[in-house]
C-alpha cells in the first residue's frame, strides 16, 4: 500500500503494526525534516498518528499544549495532533486550522479515527470488506490491499456525468468511498460510522459590516493566512496565473519575502488567452522570478491518458492539464506552492453566481412572463448555460434549485444515456441527497450564500482540490490554498451576498483589497483560469479526429454502461451547431479514456497478485478490474 503512493512521500517511510492494526506512511518532508518520522506516538505509546497535510497553527497549539503539561520531542506539527487527541479527543480536529487526511489509533479503547479536514483540501479513500477496513490518502492503496475485482458504480457515473465530478461519499468504484470534507470514521468495537465533526454554521454578523472595516478585516486575514501558509523548512513557490486571485497572493508573498518563483503555464502568442505575458508583467510589478512553461495541442493529446491515470477518477474539467504541467515544472525548483483556488467560491466569480444573485428578481417575475422568456431562451442555439440558468432558477425547493444550477444536463437526459437496468433500479442518483445534512447549516444565511456553502463543501473538494491535490502530489509537489484558511471562509460565510456581487461586479469586497497592491490594467483584465478556454478549443477540434471515435465507436468500453445512440446523438448535435455538448462530451471521453487505462493494467494486476495469493480467481474479462498500482 505505501509503495503505490511512493510519489506523494520520497523522502521516508514508516510503520506500525500490532495486533488489528496496520498504519503505513510515505513522507514528503516540509517541516522539521529530521524530526517528523511518522507513525508518532506520544511518550507511552498510547496513541499513534498519520497524517497527511500541514497545521498551520500548530506552533499556537503547541504553546496552548505545554502550558497544559504537554511535553514535545519535536519540532514538527504533527505532534500537537498526538497531544491534541489525548488532551481533546476527535474534538482536536476543531482546534486545527489546516489542511489534512489523518488517522488516530488510540491503544487503550481500540480505536481508529480516520478524518478529513474542513475544506477538504487533502482526501481519504476508504473501503469496508470482509470485516476489515482499508484506507489511503489515494485509491491506489486501497487496491494495492486486496486485490478484488472492482466495478463501475452506475450511480456515481450518474452523477460524474450530470456534474463533473464524483461527489463524497461516491468514488466510480464501486464499494469504494471517500470521506466528504470535515467528516470522520470512528471505528470500534466492531462498529464503523461516519459522522461530521465540522458543524460550522454561518451567522450573519450582528452589526452590518461598513465597506472599509469588511475590506480591513478582510485584508488583515488574507495577510496572516499567507504568513502562516509560508510556514516551511524548504524552497516555496506560487503557481500564478495571470488574473487578480494569484496576483494579489502574490503580493501578500512579497511581504513576506524576495523574488519567490512563480511558474505559469501558456500555449503561445497565437491564442488570445494565452496569459504568459500578463503573468510575466505581474511578476516583474511584484519582484517575483517568472518560469513560463509552454504546452501545445500535441502534448495535450499525448499527455490526457497519464493525467487521467493519476487523477484516479474522471474529472471533466480542462484545466486539469494545464495544472499537471504547471506543477511538474515547479517541483523541479520546490516542494511547496502555493496556489489562489478559493475567491470565486467565496465571493462569487462564476456567472452561475449572477444567476443565483438575481434570482429572487426572476422569481418574482409574473409566471407568464417567466414561460415566455424560456420558451425564447430555448429556441437560441448552443446555449446551453442560459438555458439551463432559466429552467433552475424557477424550482422552488432551495437545495434542488442549487443542484440544478450545477447540472450540465437535466437529468432526463443523463438518465437516457444509461442501458435499461444498468442503474440497477436506483432512483435516487440526485445530489441533493447528499446536500441534505448540510441544510442546518445554511439556515440563517442568504440565497448566494447557500449556494456557496455547498459549493464549498461540495464541489470545491471534490473537483477542484481533488485534482489539485492529485495532479500536484503525482510529482511530489505539495500545493497550498491560502484563500481556503478557516479563518478567512468562516469570516466570508458571515458576510451577506452586497459585499460579494454589488451593480453587477462580481467578488466585489475581494476586488476593494485588490486595489491596495494592484494597478488598474491588472484589476481590468478578463478571467482566464490558467487560459482554459485554449484547452477547451483543442479539445473541441479534437473531437472532430481521434476523440470523436470513442465516442463513434460502438466497441467503446463505456456502452457496457450506456447506449452508443444516445451519446452520439449528443455528438451529431454539437457538430450541427444546434447545440453546444462539448463539456458533456468531455466527460465522456475522460470516462472512456479512464476505463481504457484501467483495461490495459488488467493483466499487470493478475500476475502481481499471483506472486503472493495463489488462491485468488481468475479474473473476468468482461469486468472492469483496476490493477492494484495504477
Known sequence: MADSIAHRGPDDEGYFVSGPIGLGFRRLSIIDLAGGHQPMADAGETVWVIFNGEIYNFKELRLELEQMGYSFRTNCDTEVIVHGYLEWGTDVFNHLNGMFGLAIWDVRKKRLVVARDAMGIKLIYYRVSRNQITFGSEIRAILAAEWSQTEVDPLALNLFLRFRYTPSPLTIYQGIRKLASGTMLVIEKGKCREERWYNYKPTPFASPKSDEDAREELLQLYRAAVRRHLLSDVPVGILLSGGLDSGLLLALMSEEGESWPAYTIGYGDAFEDDELRDAAETASLLGARHVGIKLDQAEFERSLPEIVRCLEEPIAASSIVPMYFVCRRAREDVKVALNGQGPDELFGGYKRHLGVFYGDWWRRLPAGLRTVIGYVANQLPRNETLKRAVSSLATGDRLRRYQ???????????????????????????????????????????????????????????????????????????????????????????????????????????????????????????????????????????????????????????????????????????????????????????????????????????????????????????????????
Open 404 to 630: 440544478d444550477v450545477f447540472s450540465l444536463a437535466p437529468a432526463e437526459t443523463i438518465d437516457g444515456l444509461f442501458q435499461d437496468g444498468s442503474m440497477n433500479g436506483n432512483s435516487e442518483h440526485e445530489l441533493v441527497k447528499y446536500w441534505r445534512p448540510l441544510a442546518p447549516q445554511m439556515s440563517e444565511i442568504d440565497e448566494l450564500g447557500g449556494f456557496q456553502l455547498l459549493e464549498i463543501r461540495s464541489s470545491l473538494p471534490d473537483e477542484l482540490l481533488m485534482y489539485a491535490d492529485k495532479l500536484s502530489m503525482a510529482h511530489s509537489l505539495e500545493v497550498r490554498v491560502p484563500y481556503l484558511d478557516r479563518t478567512v471562509v468562516e469570516y466570508v460565510q458571515r458576510l451577506d451576498a452586497s459585499f460579494k456581487i454589488r451593480s453587477g461586479t462580481r467578488k466585489w469586497l475581494h476586488r476593494q483589497v485588490c486595489q491596495n497592491y494592484l494597478p488598474p490594467r491588472i484589476l481590468k483584465r478578463k478571467k482566464r483560469g490558467f487560459a482554459v478556454n485554449v484547452v477547451d478549443q483543442w479539445f473541441q477540434s479534437t473531437l472532430k479526429s481521434q476523440f470523436s471515435e470513442l465516442l463513434s465507436d460502438t466497441n467503446s468500453l463505456m456502452f457496457r454502461l450506456l447506449r452508443p445512440e444516445p451519446v452520439q446523438a449528443l455528438l451529431k448535435d454539437h457538430r450541427s451547431g444546434r447545440q453546444d455538448n462539448h463539456k458533456l462530451l468531455f466527460s465522456l471521453v475522460m470516462f472512456e479514456q479512464w476505463l481504457r487505462g484501467i483495461k490495459s493494467e488488467q493483466g499487470a494486476a493478475h500476475e502481481a497478485n499471483s506472486r503472493w495469493s495463489p488462491n485468488h480467481s481468475k479474473p473476468d474479462s468482461n469486468a472492469l478490474n483496476p490493477a492494484p498500482n495504477l
